[in-house]
């Protein structure tokens, strides 16, 4: 096996067509634990996005073509090239995102890396041609997928729209986000050394208002598979909509974590905390609000503020923290605005806050935030933060708190905790969002992920993010 390693974090090319094309346009990285320059990524332009649209239509026929296990063995030959970039991705994810290390192996690296060799299964086991009936069911791959990626999981979402676009016979045009590039590009190298054919997976990197739109609008691409914003997806459905292509559109989110009366209240709380403050806060589907019984209310308060206090925010590169910084000076500025925002309106702070942490002075760091005594329309309750900020709201029972969660432009993820697990199922049922834990259950990398409301359309993950890649025609004989 013949693995092509960079060790640079220097990239001033675009891949376009099986070739490493250098662009005069580049944009430094910075490294949000340090604030220091790391590395460069190329900034393609609308040129740009025009090849790698067509080395990509060139090159669907014979992709589409081959048998789906041909397909797969491609996809298992570049797990095992991620395999061997272990480390080195770990490494840049650290340098790039500001993840904690632990946190960069097991959920940006590991867990992509899962999704990638679920996919190469699914690849095999999907049934592209069935029955119904008389009639021959063919599933079709959809065409040139574009994928534009956010920062602050750059590999796993990078995994998830790839994996399932090549796994359906499709080809694709990447645009990671600015912030966050580099390790797309190893997932890159590691493609062409596990011979992912010339075309089928093209690489422009760049800004949104450059790359991104003009993928979103452009004719030669017949789905957008995007993960960011809401207001910045409602911009790329608008431009697709142009074209009448689909959109695969993972948005934002404000999820509830729901405990029930009968709940152990300690465990729920802490799971909360944990859930919300994972990868600084920066998750779509972060339990960001916490729901309790009003009779334990004060007490819930108290158990997720004092646990709060105990995570460790510090050097990512460090195994012991908990915390890195969020990805930069103006995310950080942003969060910590919302917070001062919120008690100034009355919220009780019962742990962080929007000042530094101590000792922490160079990067983009925040302390770990619980807020209390908010009402709910108050935009800390209502807005999705994207931070360490977590806040506490009582219920009066069952139908009450189910009338809470609900009570949210976003519908993304959420929890329900209760010692009956019927109980559980019953709220959780009622609740409208894409995926639903009951008391902390594990996840589950082929269910499918997505979201109601404003939260997005269509579903990631397992078959259904496949079939989001492909097109039905039913043959009558």
């Not at 990285?29 to 332009?45: C, F, K, L, Y």
Request: charged share 20%; proline share 6%.
């Amino acid at each position: 096996m013949t693995t092509t390693i960079h060790t640079t974090w220097d990239r001033n090319s675009i891949l376009v067509g099986g070739d490493w094309i250098p662009v005069t346009d580049c944009t430094q990285v910075h490294d949000p634990a340090t604030e220091s320059v790391i590395g460069r990524s190329a900034s393609a332009g609308a040129d740009h996005v025009d090849a790698a649209v067509s080395a990509a239509r060139s090159a669907g026929t014979a992709w589409g073509a081959r048998a789906p296990g041909d397909r797969a063995d491609i996809l298992d030959d570049l797990c095992t090239h991620l395999r061997a970039r272990r480390q080195l991705l770990v490494d840049t994810t650290v340098a790039e995102v500001g993840a904690p290390v632990t946190v960069a192996e097991e959920a940006h690296i590991d867990l992509g890396i899962e999704i990638l060799t679920s996919y190469a299964r699914l690849a095999r086991d999907l049934p592209f041609r069935e029955r119904l009936g008389r009639t021959l069911l063919l599933r079709r791959p959809a065409g040139v997928v574009a994928c534009i990626t956010p920062w602050n999981y750059p590999f796993y979402q990078l995994a998830a729209k790839v994996g399932a676009a090549l796994a359906a016979g499709c080809t694709t045009v990447v645009k990671p986000a600015e912030l966050t590039p580099l390790s797309t590009y190893l997932f890159a190298d590691a493609a062409l050394d596990a011979g992912v054919p010339p075309g089928v997976l093209n690489l422009v990197p760049g800004s949104g208002r450059t790359v991104g739109a003009a993928l979103a609008a452009h004719p030669g691409v017949d789905v957008v598979s995007f993960t960011g914003s809401t207001a910045v997806g409602r911009g790329v459905a608008h431009a697709a909509a142009e074209s009448l292509k689909r959109a695969c559109l993972e948005l934002g989110g404000k999820s509830a974590s729901v405990v029930l009366g009968d709940a152990p209240l300690p465990a729920a709380v802490t799971a909360t905390v944990d859930a919300a403050m994972l990868n600084s806060g920066q998750t779509c589907s972060a339990w960001t609000r916490l729901l309790v019984p009003r009779t334990r209310y004060e007490e819930a308060v108290e158990l997720a503020a004092v646990h709060a206090r105990t995570l460790r925010v510090g050097d990512p590169r460090d195994r012991a923290t908990q915390l890195g910084p969020v990805i930069s000076a103006a995310q950080r500025r942003s969060i910590a605005e919302a917070v001062d925002a919120a008690v100034a309106g009355g919220a009780r702070l019962a742990a962080g806050g929007s000042g530094v942490p101590a000792g922490l002075e160079t990067g983009h760091y925040l302390r770990p935030t619980v807020l209390a005594d908010v009402g709910p329309h108050d935009p800390i309750v209502r807005n999705e933060i994207f931070g360490p900020v977590l806040v506490v709201l009582p219920h009066d029972g069952d139908e009450d708190a189910i009338r809470l969660a609900n009570d949210s432009d976003y519908g993304l993820g959420g929890a329900v905790w209760s010692a009956d697990p019927e109980r559980a199922l019953g709220v959780a049922a009622r609740m409208d969002t894409g995926q639903v834990d009951i008391n902390g259950a594990p996840f589950n990398p082929e269910a499918p992920f997505g979201g109601w409301k404003s939260s997005g359309l269509g579903r990631e993950l397992g078959r259904f993010g496949v079939e989001e890649f492909t097109e039905l025609t039913a043959v009558q004989r």
